[in-house]
């Protein structure tokens, strides 16, 4: 993002310090991004050129990534989470805000190149709402009075670093901790306590535990770590930090407040498979702690639990941190391994899982950082101090990480299993007459389902709960989602490409009350034939709000559909000739007779 | 015309082309032999093949093609779409624009320039503007988009087969299936 750094660095530097390796292109655009404000042509060809690779993968890295551009961001570069709790807390209100008083059209530049007001998908601070990035610092709870002064303050070109503290202020937003998070792990104690009991034990220990993955989808931890160490040949470790999915921000806790108990889960995983090499793939969001997380591996290299000869097993591992660049499909696995690599963020062909062929072609052990910090926690504690929790199918405690509309929003740390109602209650959202499980992929549930339970045999989630209340629509939050993935799409398969876009089209037409009946069965034989038949998690989950939504809440679709009509085109004769008649200057009078 | 047949319920069938090239209703005539069949069975109305002009007040199947790029196209889109029980999408540019909306990728302004003002060996180079002219779309449409379509034939053009299971299928009173070889080209 934009600095006031100028061109102090040269291209020459940025490809120096990253070694000239392909695989951290994605690092050296970021840079370029960072100090010029955009990725000039020039640095695509000296990219394409010293590292050997076709312009078009360069080129194609700058257009995937919302953060990256091709033409100059000004230079101070405001983005607005556009999350929907965001928008409930006043996200539109403070963009608009801002823009109108620097007058600036959003997400175009202003003419003298000062600043470009922006909206971004959510950045994962819904409870401390509404929250954005300025130059790639995260600011929260915005207010109408700080944009004021946040009007004034880029006018005068005062830079970020200079701003007030707190509206930079990141609460850690923790409500109600549970055994994961009142357990910190004195640095290199669990390594230790692994390689007394045995490595293999130790993986023993994971599996019996009974921990899925956290990242969501559920996959036994234990069950991963046991196919790559069965499979032969080099291994890597690699983190998935990118927590894209609207309305998470327990990892940001977690990166923040347990970055040793994350090393440590992934420094045994990596010594259990023998890999050499990890990598945390964090969120582009989340670059505000990074500082924090190198000082945290400085340490741990110094303390001689990380690098060569860890805890004198004679085993090495060490860790990288990568920046994502803003990008939701990033959080799908084999698209991760792709965008680590320094390639577009597009989804692998599944089969071969990762543990089979992951990261640069090797068996590659991939889990959330909750699975990490709770792998590493059990290592130290025991399968019992972990298996005692939840309920049989749902081993253990989950961080949910709840906003919206509810009295306490925050991170809470309940056993998997919990009914929806019982959640409410903790956070004070007894008025919910909707909840969203799981973000825009998971389930909306209404009132008559409160008593289902959060866990993997019913309502599976990496984390997010968002609560709606009885003002909330329900049609615009599933508009607003449907916006979400046709903006998130990674474009590769057509499913979800045009799927994604044309639930959008329906969507928006609905919901401005220009639908019909017949629009809604389209939105409904479209979002089966997307989830059906698209490439990965991304498409297979886009529709699902709107479906819910259409099933549960059918009468906050019908009541705002026309009813008499059979088909209302969206189309307007007068607005579709504008360029022309400008061009000619010719105003005849259309027939606007609607013939149908 | 024809003369007076036993069959009083002949379904009318008309046909038309909006932004297209006529390809698909030369596909149509692909039919070959069967058209004598088929002119048994069915009255032609509105269409390049009789020459008439509009619509009778009722049509039973419409087929167009082309998609919809100026004013009269969405014109003449709106008179048969209303003058037809079934309005049948023929073709890629019916269906989604086809190849005139490759134009949709560049303003309309830079288009118009390089045909009539910045191309080599113009003369008097304006860009026209005679009202005979219709008043181009700023982008070109599919039809779906200005009235409700009942059925497609996808291809570019569709095989005159498609065309054939359609109208046999709608004179006989089902609903129309094409043979995967005859909605699938790649």
């Known amino acids: 993002m934009a600095s006031p750094l100028g061109q102090s660095v040269t291209l020459h530097d940025i490809a120096a310090r990253h070694l000239h390796a392909r695989h951290r292109l994605l690092q050296m655009l970021r840079e370029v991004q960072a100090s010029r404000s955009y990725v000039p042509e020039e640095a695509i060809q000296f990219f394409a050129h010293v590292l050997n690779l076709p312009i078009a993968h360069v080129r194609g890295c700058v257009e995937f990534y919302s953060f990256l551009h091709t033409t100059p961001r000004g230079q101070f570069d405001v983005y607005f989470s556009d999350s929907v709790t965001d928008r409930m807390a006043g996200s539109e209100i403070v963009a608009k805000r801002l823009a109108d008083r620097l007058g600036v059209t959003l997400g175009q530049p202003r003419a003298d190149g000062r600043v470009t007001v922006s909206m971004t998908s959510c950045t994962g601070h819904c409870e401390q709402a509404p929250a954005g990035l300025a130059n790639g610092r995260v600011f929260t709870r915005m207010t109408e009075a700080r944009i004021e002064k946040m009007a004034s303050l880029i006018e005068h070109g005062v830079p970020v670093s200079e701003w007030p503290a707190e509206w930079f202020h990141v609460d850690d937003g923790i409500r109600e901790r549970g055994i994961t998070l009142e357990t910190f792990i004195p640095p290199g104690e669990a390594i230790r306590t692994a390689l007394a009991r045995g490595l293999p034990a130790t993986l023993d220990e994971v599996e019996r535990s009974g921990l899925q993955g956290r990242g969501g989808a559920g996959f036994p931890v234990g069950r991963k770590w046991r196919g790559a160490y069965e499979t032969k040949g080099a291994h890597y470790i690699t983190c998935n930090a990118d927590e894209g999915e609207p309305g998470t921000f327990k990892d940001r806790v977690l990166l923040a407040k347990y970055a040793d108990e994350l090393f440590e889960g992934m420094t045994i995983a990596g010594l259990l498979v023998g890999a050499k090499k990890g990598y945390v793939y964090m969120r582009g969001e989340y670059e505000y702690m990074m500082e924090g997380l190198q000082t945290v591996l400085e340490e741990r290299r110094a303390a001689g639990l990380l690098g060569e000869n860890i805890c004198e097993s004679g085993l090495d591992f060490d860790l990288r941190i990568h920046l994502g660049a803003g990008a939701y499909v990033c959080g799908e696995q084999s698209a991760l391994l792709e965008s680590l690599e320094g390639k577009r963020g597009i989804p692998r062909v599944r089969p071969p899982s990762a543990v089979k062929i992951g990261l640069f072609g090797q068996s590659t052990i991939n889990n959330n950082v909750e699975s990490f910090v709770q792998a590493a926690q059990i290592a130290w504690k025991g399968a019992e101090w972990f298996s005692d929790h939840g309920e049989t199918k749902s081993r253990g405690t989950k961080l949910l990480s709840i906003a919206g509309d509810c009295q306490r929003p925050g991170i809470y740390e309940l056993p998997l299993g919990i009914t929806v109602r019982e959640v409410l209650a903790r956070c004070g959202g007894e008025n919910a007459k909707a909840v969203q499980v799981g973000g825009p992929a998971g389930t909306c549930v209404g009132r008559d389902e409160f008593d289902r339970r959060v866990s993997y045999a019913d309502l599976a989630t990496g984390g997010s709960i968002m609560v709606f209340n009885d003002l909330r629509d329900m049609v615009d939050v599933a508009r607003q989602f449907a916006h979400f993935f046709a903006h998130e799409s990674c474009g590769f398969c057509t499913p979800c490409r045009v799927g994604t876009q044309m639930l959008k089209h329906y969507a928006d037409k609905i919901a401005d009350g220009q639908g019909t009946q017949r629009d809604l069965e389209q939105v409904k034989s479209i979002g089966e034939f997307v989830k059906g038949y698209s490439h990965c998690g991304l498409g297979e989950t886009a529709p699902n709000t709107l479906l819910d939504t259409i099933k549960r809440f059918p009468e906050e679709y019908t009541s705002r559909l026309l009813a008499e009509a059979d088909f209302v085109p969206d189309f307007d004769l007068d607005a579709s000739v504008t360029e022309s008649r400008a061009l000619t200057g010719r105003q005849d009078q259309l027939d606007q007779v609607h013939s149908d | ?186």
């Open chain 2, 1 to 186: 015309m024809n003369a007076p047949t036993e069959q009083p319920a002949r379904l009318t069938v008309a046909t038309c082309s909006l932004a297209g090239c006529f390809g698909c209703h030369m596909s149509f005539l692909d039919v070959d032999e069967r058209i004598v069949e088929l002119a048994q069975l069915v009255t032609f109305d509105r269409s390049p093949l009789t020459d008439v002009k509009h619509c009778s007040e009722r049509v039973d199947v419409g087929l167009i093609e082309g998609g919809l790029c100026n004013v009269e196209n969405v014109e003449v889109l709106r008179e048969f779409r209303a003058s037809c029980r079934y309005l049948v999408a023929v073709g890629s540019c019916a269906i989604t624009g086809g190849v005139p909306a490759v134009r949709n990728k560049f303003t309309l302004e830079s288009c118009l320039r390089e045909a009539y003002i910045d191309a080599p060996g113009i003369d008097n180079p304006h860009i026209p503007c005679d009202p005979e002219i219709p008043l181009l779309l700023n982008k070109v449409r599919p039809i779906h988009e200005v009235v409700r379509v009942d059925y497609v034939l996808p291809g570019c053009p569709p095989p005159a087969e498609a065309f054939w299971e359609l109208l046999t299928a709608l004179i006989a009173g089902r609903e129309p299936e094409l043979a995967y070889e005859h909605r699938r080209f790649d």
